[in-house]
């Protein structure tokens, strides 16, 4: 069992910065892909980065690529999603979600994940 417990949201306003963190509970932390996805109001969710077990590999959306960059600490057993440059249309709710096996080409899809952080809410203002 993996709880993932997501923080940093909040009021930017456009063109700003903010750091989520994705805290996970369990000794195998390194094990598990973490991923990154946002819902906004009235749209389905999507896919908006992730990182491997190790770290070694990332994958972002297109529409987030040179603005999000996101990072682990197998130390502190937390993930991070640094968005910067921030746009109105960024506003959403933004969730964190684990699994241990998932190939590349699968990062992107939230079926693929079984744990997920109850979302943390981030609000662009124009």
């Known amino acids: 069992q993996v709880q993932l417990v997501e923080s940093g949201g909040g009021l930017v306003q456009r063109g700003g910065s903010l750091r989520l963190s994705c805290a996970a509970s369990g000794r195998t932390f390194s094990r598990y892909a973490m991923g990154w996805f946002r819902q906004a109001p009235g749209k389905e969710r999507e896919f908006v980065a992730s990182?491997?077990?190790?770290?070694?590999?990332?994958r972002s959306a297109d529409s987030v690529k040179g603005r999000f960059t996101n990072s682990r600490d197998s130390a502190k057993n937390t993930v991070y999603l640094q968005m910067n440059s921030r746009k109105p249309e960024n506003t959403a709710v933004y969730y964190c979600?684990?699994?241990?096996?998932?190939?590349?080409?699968?990062?992107?899809?939230?079926?693929?994940?079984?744990?997920w952080g109850q979302g943390t809410q981030v609000t662009v203002s124009s």
């Open positions: 990182i491997s077990g190790n770290g070694a590999s990332t």
């Open positions: 979600a684990a699994d241990r096996n998932l190939y590349y080409s699968e990062v992107v899809s939230q079926n693929k994940y079984d744990y």
